[in-house]
């Protein structure tokens, strides 16, 4: 069983972990018996832009849930590269928090196929929810026609965040469309004296850049198909990706294996690098971070495409407090709760009826494009691959990191589709 596999890597680490896991303390942990009135919801958004998110929809569960506690149990970490190896401890022991976030897709049938999770479609019949989500999202929540999860937004991963001055400074006056300008843009910055203008970090991070570049090369269709088995890794577009992937990384920082997002996301708001490919949380975080000179656009070359992720909560086998829970995912699914979440987090709403004037500036933008946009998935957030593959692709990357090794990451990646993908 592919996740079995990677939940036993995980209890390694887990140990070290579980000291920095603790938002609450297994005492304050939901459901200390039955009858209990706790919620603990297992998130990684501990903080800036992703606890705003967290925190508006807490604000809305008081309102909806009286007589229920909400208990954090967040572990930090961008990507839950922390809270993944811990969930997947706690859930092999049979110690489920009351909900945890999974991502729509690939992702989230790891935990079905695992048999971790309850089937809520009653639950969405009873909440009018069938309806209130695009199609195409409930088949991402659905396996043998049952749904497992509720889910909180789309976010959008292909995107560049930029520091306007510094972009400015350069004599930089629109915005790349297209890999060559981009190339020639940087090059423009690195003569202005920024050394590194793109800003990176560790192994998942690197993962979102290459996805974005092979978008790029391969167009949309042929790199859906590398995450349902219709693209073969090992061909020419591939390495063609891989090459150019690999030139950016000689306008990245040298410490880009120890840094998180927000760590690179910092060097773009101090200056030192002009842009960022991340994920919408970026334009949240720099909201709570209140660093106002940003702006944003679509990878280049990536044209009019919207590489998605949803952010969905779930209903653990053993939760302790079963109808804490479903109010809680009640909420997740309500018009209030993702009002009151996604317009802190950077994301859109799910939910099809929401008023985008009720929105920021970006998601205004970004729900426009989501209506029009050509949808791929990602890997790294697990809309478009499992986590076995995700864990295969970040060691892959790590590798490349330090070794640049253009044969040996093709390679790899071919691997990984063939042992963990469809
Ligand atoms: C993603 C998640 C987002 C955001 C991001 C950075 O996996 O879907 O909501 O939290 O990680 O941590």
New binding site residues.
Partial sequence: MRFTRRAAVAVVGVAALLTVAACGSSDDKGGSGSGSKKVEVF???ADGG?KA?LDGLVAQFGKDCAGQEFVNGAVA?????NAKQVLASRLQTNDPPDTF?A?AGAELKDYIKAGQIEDISADYATWGLKSAFPQGLIDNLTIDGKIYSVPA?I?RANVVWTNKKVVADAGITADPKDMATFLADLDKLKAKGIKTPLALGKD?TQLMLLESVLITDLGPDKFTGLWNGTTDWKGADVTKGINDFKTLLTYTNTDRDALD?TDAEKLVMDGKAAYQL??D?EAADMDAKKFADYGYFTFPGNGDTYQW???SFVLPKGAKNVDGTKCWLKTVGSADGQKAFNTK???IPARTDASPADYPKYQQDAMAAWKTFKQVPSC???SGCSQGFQGAANSALGAFSTKQDVAALQTAMAAAAAQFGK
């Fill in positions: 998130t990684w958004w992703e998110g970490g961008g990507a839950g590269a976030q991502h937004n976010h998942w997002w991340m994920g949380w992720l949803a952010d987090k950077g994301s790294a957030h697990g």
